[in-house]
């Protein structure tokens, strides 16, 4: 008898009419989004259109002007006190930040650190785990990410692509609920690209929650249980890849995929 693996129950993500301006520039328009458990997203738009800002505001490296963004019901950066939100200390932040790993576009690694400290810097300073024990998870890890050669490297002494899978080891050590891209391969060279997609595909398959800004296509059609498309700060279509890449339905989301499709 074959039985089920048992579906994520960690990672539920909530974003209520979150809105975002720098001055009298609205970034976000006011967004609703839910992502479930486990659940694969990927988020598309033209450069500009608010979808980094969107990711930014789950860990909460961007506050909100208005609307509310919780991770298995609880605020991310803010406490609610009667019907107002107050934005936590800083020291208050940081901890329920921990729930939420991200990987960055330029990777964004301790250069004085080699590849292993990078990865134990975390869980040591949050006292998570001894020396011995974050050592043997960062070893752990890199083995996962295929670098298992490379952990008494400096960053300097890695490739692009190496220093992005150490980072997404890095981003995994705090063991996160939900794990953040942000353009994880915009700073890649072509032939460096791959390697980096292998590992967040195989991410995709673990049952933590991804949610994913990206360029590559190709890669959320094969990756993503849900595409969302973002222009203008607002979500003009959402579904899943088949629909969304094959017949989008919004004449913006045509008109871009027709552009980066050429």
């Given at each position: 008898m074959t039985i089920a693996a048992a579906a994520p129950t960690k990672g539920l993500v909530e974003i209520h009419d979150v809105h975002?301006?720098?001055?009298?520039?609205?970034?976000?328009?006011?967004?609703?989004?839910?992502?479930?458990?486990?659940e694969v997203v990927a988020i598309l738009g033209p450069s500009g259109s608010g979808k980094s800002t969107l990711l930014r505001t789950i860990n909460h490296l961007e506050s909100v002007d208005q609307g509310s963004v919780t991770v298995d019901g609880q605020l991310i950066g803010y406490e609610l006190r009667g019907d107002k939100l107050y934005e936590l200390r800083e020291k208050d932040i940081l901890q329920r930040r921990t729930q939420i790993g991200i990987v960055f576009q330029n990777f964004n690694l301790?250069?004085?650190?080699?590849?292993?400290?990078?990865?134990?810097?975390?869980?040591?300073?949050?006292?998570?785990?001894?020396?011995?024990?974050?050592?043997?998870?960062?070893?752990?890890?890199?083995?996962?990410?295929?670098?298992?050669?490379?952990?008494?490297?400096?960053?300097?002494?890695?490739?692009?692509?190496?220093?992005?899978?150490?980072?997404?080891?890095?981003?995994?050590?705090?063991?996160?609920?939900?794990?953040?891209f942000d353009e994880p391969t915009s700073a890649?060279?072509?032939?460096?690209?791959?390697?980096?997609?292998?590992?967040?595909?195989?991410?995709?398959?673990?049952g933590t929650t991804l949610v994913i800004v990206t360029h590559e296509i190709g890669f959320a059609r094969e990756v993503a249980d849900r595409i969302v498309f973002v222009d203008g700060g607002r979500i003009l279509e959402e579904g899943p890849p088949s629909r969304v890449l094959v017949a989008p339905e919004h004449p913006r989301t045509r008109e871009f995929l027709a552009k980066v499709l050429a």
């Open positions: 975002k301006s720098y001055g009298g520039l609205e970034v976000l328009a006011g967004i609703d989004l839910t992502i479930a458990p486990g301790f250069p004085h650190l080699t590849a292993i400290e990078n990865i134990t810097e975390a869980p040591l300073a949050l006292k998570r785990a001894s020396k011995a024990d974050a050592r043997e998870q960062a070893l752990q890890l890199l083995a996962r990410v295929g670098l298992s050669d490379k952990a008494d490297h400096f960053p300097r002494q890695l490739s692009g692509g190496q220093q992005q899978r150490v980072a997404i080891a890095r981003a995994l050590a705090l063991d996160p609920k939900v794990l953040l890649l060279d072509p032939e460096l690209v791959g390697e980096v997609l292998d590992v967040i595909r195989t991410l995709a398959s673990t």
